[in-house]
């Protein structure tokens, strides 16, 4: 292949997909349904707006991954559609999409998605595939912060109470997500961190367990005192940037508009 055909290449492996710019599009109109109070159903309109920018962020949290793994080495993750930020082109659709989706919706909770199939051996370095895994939390981390920061620091004092509820609950998603990810637990990207730097009897000590990490963990969640430590910390963390938990909690009741 010439050299114009590669970069013609390259440059298509990481065009933003046309769905990526539909759910931008629904996100935007919800929002702005949610703002005006547009529609019979204003509590819908939350829907979409939490569902759309749920699913924008778990975009973003797997393109950080693959994106960090190009500048590691891992050269292959254009031509598998990961830098598209089109979330059809994952490995498993059903785990980094439509399951999180259905957690928020029964749970109120986020899920981490993780399914961009990286080629570890294509990278050298154990700083470089800590960073790897690291790279989705920090983007959920940082979508968190920049949801809160504007509701703590009362620059929406003056905005629709359903539009701050809802902004609200969004961005507990994204501090659900980032403490969920970053527990060193098979399966998450906490573990992901820690893997390289630990030895090979213990990675192949772990290897069996790996595959049950993450219902072993959203069981104890449910089922022990873990759970309430979690919520706790989830709560502590909405607290330091001056966003009271209860809005949240608002928007997760104004988020199931099919209840009464």
């Not at 393109?63 to 994952?90: C, E, F, I, Q, S």
């Not at 609950?169 to 630990?198: C, K, R, S």
């Amino acid at each position: 292949m010439t050299y114009a055909g590669t970069q013609r290449q390259r440059s298509e492996e990481r065009r933003v997909s046309p769905v990526f710019w539909v759910l931008l599009a629904v996100l935007g109109t919800s929002s702005w349904a949610v703002w005006t109070g547009y529609g019979e159903n204003a509590r819908f309109g939350v829907f979409l707006f939490v569902v759309s920018g749920w699913v924008v962020s778990l975009c973003l949290h797997e393109y950080a991954h693959a994106r960090t793994a190009l500048h590691g080495g891992d050269l292959t993750v254009g031509a598998k559609g990961y830098l598209t930020l089109n979330p059809l082109k994952y490995a498993n659709t059903l785990l980094s999409v439509i399951l999180p989706v259905v957690f928020v919706i029964l749970g109120g909770i986020g899920l981490p998605g993780g399914a961009v199939f990286i080629e570890r051996h294509r990278i050298s370095g154990r700083w470089k595939h800590s960073l790897i895994s690291a790279a989705g939390p920090l983007v959920n981390l940082a979508l968190a912060v920049a949801l809160l920061l504007p509701i703590g620091a009362g620059w929406l004092d003056s905005a629709p109470p359903t539009f701050v509820v809802a902004l609200a609950f969004l961005a507990m998603l994204q501090v659900t997500a980032t403490v969920l990810n970053l527990i060193p637990v098979p399966g998450f990207d906490g573990y992901g961190i820690i893997e390289p730097w630990l030895s090979l009897k213990a990675r192949r000590a772990v290897e069996p367990f790996a595959p049950f990490g993450m219902l072993a963990l959203f069981a104890l969640l449910w089922q022990t005192p873990l759970g309430d430590w979690f919520w706790k910390l989830v709560y502590r963390v909405m607290e330091l940037l001056d966003v009271s938990p209860s809005l949240a909690a608002i928007g997760y009741h104004a988020f199931r508009f099919w209840e009464g």
